[in-house]
């Protein structure tokens, strides 16, 4: 079957970095994409790998390496505005999307 | 209109009743998808279009149906909705392209009794 790892809830201190943690077999990869969530609201793109390395975006970043099937995402001075979920997908072989079940991060003052 | 829109933005049901839920895409994009949001599950794909006039079947498609009549509307219905369509749905697009990133909608709360 498919699988993506993630961890249900960290915590964090405000001007902080977190690194959130992906985990996945698949039947075939096509891509690897993370999303943010909002309590209540859509999930919002954030980033793609689809080859091994780094990928920097402002204060987020992602990292992939393809055969360790892991992934994970770093989020460096953490604002309270961070507080949310985030979303770990790969696109498969039938190029669809397959979702984990998302990280909580809760970040305190 | 921009970017996507759902309607209703939340409902309650009675069990056995009819129910569709709309989507409306206004960035052109070819492919189109609807989503279940369950607590503790990642999002699960129900249906998706490719393309206008062609559907397929995702990982929990059983109980609903959906139609691509034309490139910006995707409506999911529920033909006899049971308590266990409790959820939030969500709709998204993309343009079937490149990264084909996958850009949602705000999202159904629906609720069955």
């Known amino acids: 079957g498919q699988n993506i790892d993630q961890p249900t809830e960290m915590t964090a201190t405000e001007g902080a970095i977190v690194q959130i943690n992906c985990t996945y077999q698949?039947?075939?990869?096509?891509?690897l994409f993370w999303y943010q969530q909002h309590a209540g609201e859509a999930p919002t793109f954030l980033s793609y790998?689809?080859l091994d390395g780094l990928e920097e975006k402002g204060r987020f970043s992602s990292f992939l390496s393809r055969s360790k099937g892991y992934s994970y995402l770093l989020l460096k001075e953490l604002q309270m505005k961070d507080s949310a979920s985030y979303l770990c997908?790969?696109?498969?072989?039938?190029?669809?999307?397959?979702w984990g079940a998302g990280t909580k991060l809760i970040i305190k003052p | 209109i921009a970017g996507i829109t759902q309607a209703p933005t939340s409902q309650i049901l009675a069990a056995g009743r009819r129910m569709t839920l709309r989507c409306t895409q206004d960035?052109?994009?070819?492919?189109m998808y609807w989503y279940r949001q369950d607590l503790g599950l990642g999002l699960r794909l129900i249906h998706y279009?490719?393309?206008?006039?062609?559907?397929g079947k995702g990982e929990v498609p059983d109980g609903y149906s959906v139609s691509r009549a034309n490139t910006d509307d995707f409506p999911l219905t529920l033909a006899s909705a049971v308590p266990s369509q409790t959820s939030v749905y969500f709709c998204?697009?993309?343009?079937?392209?490149?990264?084909?990133?996958?850009?949602f909608g705000p999202g159904t709360r629906l609720t069955v009794l």
């Open positions: 698949t039947s075939g990869f096509n891509g």
């Open positions: 279009s490719n393309t206008a006039g062609t559907t």
């Open positions: 790998n689809v």
């Open positions: 997908a790969v696109r498969d072989s039938n190029y669809q999307l397959i």
């Open positions: 960035m052109r994009h070819n492919a």
């Open positions: 998204a697009s993309s343009d079937g392209q490149g990264e084909d990133t996958q850009y």
